[in-house]
């Protein structure tokens, strides 16, 4: 069976202070690695898809990686305004349901 | 180019009720795909509509059914609904060309009391 676990929950971080949020997978066989924000209440925001290990993509402040194993979404000096859940998913085979991880919510206190 | 929409925004309904939530896709998106979001979780997919067919299901009982139209809106629908089913229901669409890039919709959020 295909799992995604994120880790840390929950994530603190002061104004300024930068960290990574990580996502380890056990799949069948990888197509592609997503990475989503979700505010409260609202549907989450495509941020980024990973498709093979070693490739990195980067976003304003966001930056994600990609082992055979799991992925990291590394934020740099983050603003109180990056607070919001992030969701990591994997996908298996082209045009197929993606499958979640429960995310990481993050704050940033200024 | 207009993103996914969907509505009711919120809706409140009593046990043993029926359903129904509806989906706009992106233009050009023929993929619709459903997920049921619990407080706390991450999306779980419940089924995925194709050109009008299904194109796959999760573990979800019968009591959740589908449909795609023609211009590839979708809805959902749950009869016979439980307290459980109370969840943020979320719709994704997806391109023919992107077919790895699901984007989604503001969700509806269902309160079963």
């Known amino acids: 069976e295909d799992q995604v676990t994120q880790s840390p929950e929950a994530l603190r971080l002061q104004e300024g202070e930068s960290s990574s949020l990580n996502c380890s997978y056990t799949?069948?066989?990888?197509?592609?690695l997503f990475w989503y924000r979700q505010d409260p209440g609202k549907g989450p925001e495509f941020l980024f898809t990973?498709?093979?290990a070693g490739e990195e993509k980067e976003k304003e402040r966001l930056k994600a990686t990609l082992t055979k194993k799991e992925s990291f979404l590394h934020i740099t000096a983050p603003k109180p305004e990056d607070s919001a859940t992030y969701l990591c998913a994997v996908q298996v085979g082209g045009n197929t349901p993606l499958v979640f991880g429960k995310g990481t919510r993050l704050s940033v206190i200024a | 180019e207009t993103g996914v929409t969907q509505s009711p925004t919120h809706l409140i309904k009593t046990r043993g009720q029926q359903v129904t939530l509806r989906c706009s896709s992106q233009?050009?998106?023929?993929?619709v795909s459903w997920y049921q979001q619990a407080l706390g979780q991450g999306p779980q997919f419940i089924f995925q509509y194709y050109r009008e067919e299904e194109n796959g299901r999760g573990n979800f009982p019968p009591r959740f059914s589908g449909l795609q139209f023609p211009n590839y809106s979708s809805e959902l629908n749950v009869n016979a609904l439980e307290l459980d089913d109370s969840a943020l229901y979320l719709c994704?669409?997806?391109?023919?060309?992107?077919?790895?890039?699901?984007?989604f919709g503001p969700g509806t959020r269902l309160t079963v009391l």
């Open positions: 990973l498709y093979s």
């Open positions: 799949v069948s066989g990888l197509r592609g």
């Open positions: 233009s050009g998106h023929n993929t």
């Open positions: 994704a669409s997806s391109a023919p060309i992107h077919v790895d890039e699901q984007f």
